[in-house]
């Protein structure tokens, strides 16, 4: 490959102009003086690397002539990977996605480099380059888009997971993307793909769905770890996943007796708290080992405290409340239960929501991430607590506190998008109109505005 000559007079010219010999311009530049010369005549193709050489010498914003370096790179038969590479990953680092798009849409017409994009894709993510990354992984998806190949599943998850936000229709659109392709992944990446989608569907309340996906990991999980042993009983090698296996079996019947509770069968519940609170079953016992099984213990002991109270057992609140007292993560989520038990039960929580206030003003604020649960499910979870807490309010002649959590509850729900809540959060408001003040309507009306935005 030549360099343009586009570059090569925009080089010449500011060579002219400043009156700086061709030595002269290679030494300020770090560039070999034999080298810069080829370049100039046109006899040796330019890296990257020197590019930025001379683009920083000139004087010029990085990245300043890719754009045309690209458009040279077009006028040849055959891309040159080991120039095409360094091109990606610098346009990565100074953001430059259009040229990312436009280099590797040209290498895209011929099939031989889609396992290199894909292996630099892989690079990308894991610097953190997300957003590169989820280009190469596209156009990997579209170039193996007749195909039942493994990498292609991946390319897929890869952009499952780069693309969700607070928006749960987005959410949803990409869990339906991906879900076909997940079984195609091996055995661990499925493994993870699989809590990743029954999170998702938790968040959106899909709970057959998250229930199927949840029975089918621990499945999976089972029938892996039970090849394992068998494996290391005929001291056979076996490779190992990053997570241990048996945590994917436990956070299984977790999930199960989360949504057991979910759906109001208690025993249920307790029946699959049963299975991740029984350990002596699991043979691993490294200490990573032993904090996994600790982690479950913990979640077992809250939530049978939980389970409890939800089924009507109201004298375990205080034991509960302590429980999530001592565990700052662990609160707001035992805080969305203790409300509905409320409600459900006729209790005085007063006590608990002021003893609670900073951390429920504080998640109104910054909607931060707690414990083990991705944002989607606190998010959601939150702006129902927050109507929650309004209904409660309101049902014992607090109007005023009342609606300012309603009034809450609908602008979050607004911002990720929870439908549910926005039509919730209007009725309950609609009925509180006449008692409303007019500071109230006003943010009322603001957050309306909003909502239209959204649609």
């Given amino acids: 490959m030549q360099l343009t000559m586009t570059i090569r007079s925009e080089l010449l010219n500011y060579i002219d102009q400043h009156e700086i010999i061709l030595y002269r311009f290679s030494e300020l530049s770090g560039i070999n003086s034999g080298t810069f010369s080829r370049i100039i005549n046109g006899s040796q193709p330019i890296s990257v690397k020197i590019l930025d050489k001379i683009t920083a010498t000139m004087g010029l914003k990085e990245g300043h002539f890719y754009e045309q370096y690209i458009d040279e790179l ?108 997940a079984a195609r992944l091996n055995e661990w990446d499925q493994l993870d793909a699989l809590k990743d989608l029954t999170n998702l569907y ?139 038990a409320a409600k459900k039960y006729h209790i005085n929580v007063d006590h608990i929501l002021a003893r609670f206030e900073d951390t429920i003003d504080a998640q109104i604020k910054n909607q931060e991430n707690v414990g083990s649960y991705t944002d989607q499910i606190i998010n959601d979870r939150f702006v129902n607590f927050l109507a929650d807490v309004g209904e409660y309010y309101v049902s014992s002649d607090r109007v005023d506190t009342g609606i300012q959590f309603i009034l809450n509850s609908l602008a979050i729900s607004a911002k990720i998008n929870s439908n549910a809540c926005i039509l919730r959060c209007f009725c309950m408001f609609d009925a509180l109109r006449h008692l409303v003040t007019e500071v109230d309507l006003r943010r009322y009306k603001e957050i309306l505005k909003e909502v239209h935005r959204q649609l």
Wanted: with cysteine; charged share 30%.
């Fill in 74 to 181: 077009r006028n040849h038969t055959n891309l040159d990977w080991r120039r095409v590479r360094p091109l990606i990953i610098r346009s990565a680092e100074l953001c430059k996605l259009n040229c990312i798009e436009r280099i590797v849409d040209m290498m895209m017409e011929n099939t031989a480099y889609i396992a290199l994009l894909f292996d630099l894709a892989d690079v990308l993510h894991t610097e953190g380059k997300t957003e590169a990354a989820l280009i190469l992984y596209r156009k990997v998806s579209e170039g193996e888009r007749f195909q039942h190949a493994e990498r292609l599943a991946i390319c897929q998850y890869r952009i499952f997971k780069s693309t969700q936000n607070d928006d749960q229709q987005n959410n949803l659109e990409c869990a339906v993307q991906f879900e076909p392709y």
């Fill in 202 to 340: 938790l968040s959106l309340r899909r709970w057959d769905k998250a229930k199927h996906l949840a029975k089918h990991m621990g499945e999976l999980a089972t029938i892996q770890y039970e090849i394992k042993h068998e494996r290391i009983k005929h001291n056979k090698r076996f490779t190992e996943p990053s997570k241990p296996l048996f945590g994917y079996i436990l956070y299984s019947n977790l999930i199960l007796g989360s949504i057991s509770e979910e759906q109001n069968e208690y025993q249920q519940a307790l029946h699959y708290l049963s299975y991740y609170e029984d350990h002596s079953w699991i043979v691993e016992n490294e200490y990573a080992d032993e904090q996994t099984k600790k982690q479950f213990r913990i979640w077992a002991e809250g939530n049978k405290y939980l389970y409890r109270l939800m089924a009507g057992e109201v004298e375990v609140l205080d034991d509960y409340i302590e429980y999530l007292a001592s565990r700052e993560h662990e609160i707001l989520k035992g805080l969305f239960k203790v409300i509905k």
